[in-house]
């Protein structure tokens, strides 16, 4: 059963819009949230994290925020451009020393 | 330049051949980890390494091997008992028990079978 879930396999956005990737998780345990943005035949890199005590957490042009009563969370990338169009996993870390738990991740499309 | 090296870019397998994919990293890092990526399949995780000479399976670890014997290196052998080969690979490393606990990644192996 998968404990990160992301059910929006792609994602198609207007330059310059605000782009939403939803992420939503079952285990109540996690501590720990974190984006990664992955590029074609390239390695995934580390985008931003969130704390599960806090709500929101922003760097820049991206933005996380964290809704525990729903276990769901989301990044906002404001304003969007088409160099963020690549694939964004969502992650979460298990309380404990276990590996981080991967969503299936979103293709995000940024249209000029 | 600290980083992940993993080699080769791409890499073909026969049948009931054995290949091994390198990698390498110098950031210093206990935990390395390897994760197979197949198309909306997301990042599964094969195989993990917190320090040297321990390893623990992940979610497919069937029809894998690795080994760790030094702190920089974690190879993975994929043995001819894995039927569906055909993936990108990923290994990565961190620094454990650092929250948030980041993992660094490799840019990454293309594993073809012919």
């Known amino acids: 059963d998968q404990q990160v879930k992301q059910n929006s396999p792609s994602l198609s956005v207007q330059e310059g819009r605000i782009s939403i990737l939803n992420c939503d998780y079952t285990n109540s345990m996690f501590d720990y949230f974190l984006w990664y943005k992955k590029y074609p035949a390239e390695g995934p890199t580390f985008l931003i994290s969130i704390s599960s005590i806090k709500d929101k957490n922003e760097d820049g042009r991206f933005t996380v925020f964290l809704n525990k009563s729903a276990k769901h969370l989301s990044l906002h990338i404001v304003p969007s451009q088409p160099g963020d169009s690549a694939v964004y996993f969502c992650a979460a870390r298990p309380s404990g020393n276990t590996p981080l738990v991967f969503g299936k991740g979103t293709r995000l499309s940024v249209i000029a | 330049d600290g980083g992940i090296t993993q080699s080769p870019k791409y890499l073909f397998r026969k049948e009931g051949q054995n290949v091994t994919l390198s990698c390498e990293q110098n950031l210093n890092h206990d935990a390395m980890y390897w994760y197979r990526q197949d198309p909306g399949q997301g990042l599964r995780l094969i195989y993990y390494s917190q320090i040297v000479n321990d390893f623990q399976k992940g979610d497919i670890a069937e029809g894998y091997s690795v080994s760790r014997e030094k702190k920089e290196s974690f190879p993975l052998t994929v043995t001819s008992a894995q039927k569906n080969p055909t993936a990108f690979y990923l290994c990565?490393?961190?620094?454990?028990?650092?929250?948030?606990?980041?993992?660094?990644f490799g840019s990454g192996t293309q594993l073809s079978v012919l």
């Open positions: 990565a490393s961190s620094v454990p028990r650092t929250p948030p606990e980041k993992l660094f």
